[in-house]
């Protein structure tokens, strides 16, 4: 049984970082890209980045790029979320999640998703 928990959301003033963490436990998941999504209240999810556990290679969302960066820790099995200049648009709930295949863009493909944790940028 796959888990993913992300951690490490709040509230933040707008120009301030945070830094999301999402652990994986059940198994490896090396052949996996692990991607980041967000859920404002009202819209649907939407891609933040990728990237993928063996080569680390990343893409992000021209929304954030620049601003967040996607890294990983193998050897704990963990994935980040580094956020900075954060904006009140970032406003929503971040979930992690493992894909297989191909389509990392689209939340449909992805086969493991984490419970999600608030992440809040005031104004």
């Known amino acids: 049984q796959v888990q993913l928990v992300e951690s490490g959301g709040g509230l933040v003033q707008a120009g301030g970082s945070l830094r999301l963490s999402c652990v994986v436990s059940g198994r490896t998941l090396s052949a996996y890209t692990m991607g980041w999504f967000r859920q404002a209240l009202g819209k649907e999810r939407e891609f933040v980045g990728r990237i993928t556990w063996s080569a680390g290679n990343t893409d992000y969302a021209d929304s954030v790029k620049g601003r967040f960066t996607i890294s990983r820790d193998n050897a704990k099995n963990t994935v980040y979320l580094q956020m900075n200049s954060l904006k009140p648009e970032d406003t929503a709930v971040y979930y992690c999640?493992?894909?297989?295949?191909?389509?990392?863009?689209?939340?449909?493909?992805?086969?493991?998703w984490g419970q999600g944790t608030q992440v809040t940028v005031s104004s």
């Open positions: 999640a493992a894909n297989r295949g191909a389509g990392w863009t689209n939340p449909m493909r992805y086969d493991y």
